[in-house]
């Protein structure tokens, strides 16, 4: 994908093009995976003796809340994946662009990104963010996780027993922020933080592999090509950064009134409790998620950044001629 057009018209518009792209390839990537995200989650916030296989989560998921159960959560995933991925791909491809003016200016030989600048776009992107999105984030994964909590506080599967209704996303919301403060939209935002490093080594390896494509073949990536590039990029920075996922997780279901735990206190306690598998719970299906939606989003973000470049030049054409 090119990062931007060879002529610097409206640069900033281009901005808005990527994250457009990046925000409608996130929703349609994360539709796609979201089942294993809501087992992913539910993995990572459940005590050591709940733990169970992947096939036999999913059996008992559907046997105890339906088919819907698997999707629990997915207004709010989608509100956060479009607003995530805008803000993160207009402040990247801002800093891309920034990056690549300074490199032309300096007569560099490419303007390509350097490593390091690579890591540093993402950095920004990704702080900026995470400052802006963590509410939305934990309101999901309550939303997630909270007709579980339901159906063990009403004692769902036996007989007689009566089922409260599970919020709405806006409900969660005000009852988060009513009974605990508005402070709780801000919980794992340290982790969150520290996770700002997921995309950075995702995008960077991603770059990287796509330039030594590009130098070897002479030629741009295909879409195929993007796919396995981007699924490859995120399988290694997810793979590293997984503890830190679960701690988040756990910090945005704390209930009110615990104990609140730093990242630290709760990295120490979950190995203590758990061993050092208790902070890789759900990683299976987190991964597998992880990997087919960055897939799915480069794939998806390059055909409509594309699409968005052909109907801004159609525009431009028409205004030409009405002028």
């Known amino acids: 994908m090119a990062p931007s057009t060879s002529k610097p018209v409206l640069p900033q518009n281009d901005n808005v ?42 059996r008992h998921l559907v046997a105890r809340e339906g088919v819907s159960g698997l999707y629990a959560g997915l207004d709010s995933a989608v509100f956060g994946i479009s607003v995530t991925n805008f803000v993160y791909y207009y402040w990247y491809e801002w800093t891309r662009a920034f990056f690549e003016a300074a490199a032309v200016k300096a007569g560099r030989a490419s ?3 350097t490593t390091a600048e690579s890591m540093m776009a993402g950095a920004l992107a990704g702080s900026a ?91 741009n990536v295909t ?18 950064t997984y503890p830190y996922i679960t701690v988040k ?37 987190k991964v597998t998620q992880s990997v087919l939606t960055a897939a799915f989003l480069f794939a998806f973000k390059d055909v409509l950044y594309e699409q968005s470049v052909r109907l801004r030049g159609v525009m431009a054409a028409r205004k030409a001629i009405k002028a």
Request: glycine letters at 8%; zero cysteines.
């Open 17 to 58: 093009a990527h994250a457009v792209a990046g925000a409608g390839g996130g929703v349609l990537a994360m539709i796609l995976t979201y089942p294993l995200v809501a087992l992913s989650t539910r993995a990572q916030v459940e005590s050591s003796r709940a733990e169970t296989s992947f096939l036999a989560a999913v």
């Open 111 to 113: 303007k390509k990104l």
């Open 129 to 219: 963010t995470v400052i802006l999105t963590n509410p939305i984030w934990v309101v999901n994964t309550r939303m997630t996780t909270r007709k579980q909590h339901l159906d063990e506080a009403k004692g769902a599967g036996e007989p007689g027993a009566a089922r409260k209704r599970a919020p709405t996303t806006i409900g969660t919301l005000l009852a988060l922020v009513r009974e605990e403060g508005p402070q709780a939209l801000f919980r794992g935002v340290v982790p969150a933080l520290v996770l700002v490093i997921n995309p950075i080594l995702q995008y960077t390896l991603f770059e990287q592999m796509k330039n030594a494509y590009e130098r070897r073949r002479k030629a």
């Open 223 to 240: 879409a195929g090509v993007t796919f396995l590039l981007s699924a490859l990029a995120k399988l290694f920075a997810t793979s590293i």
């Open 249 to 285: 997780s756990q910090m945005h279901v704390a209930a009110h009134g615990e104990k609140r735990e730093g990242m630290t206190e709760a990295i120490r306690r979950v190995i203590k409790e758990e061993g050092y598998k208790g902070l890789y719970k759900g990683i299976a299906p």
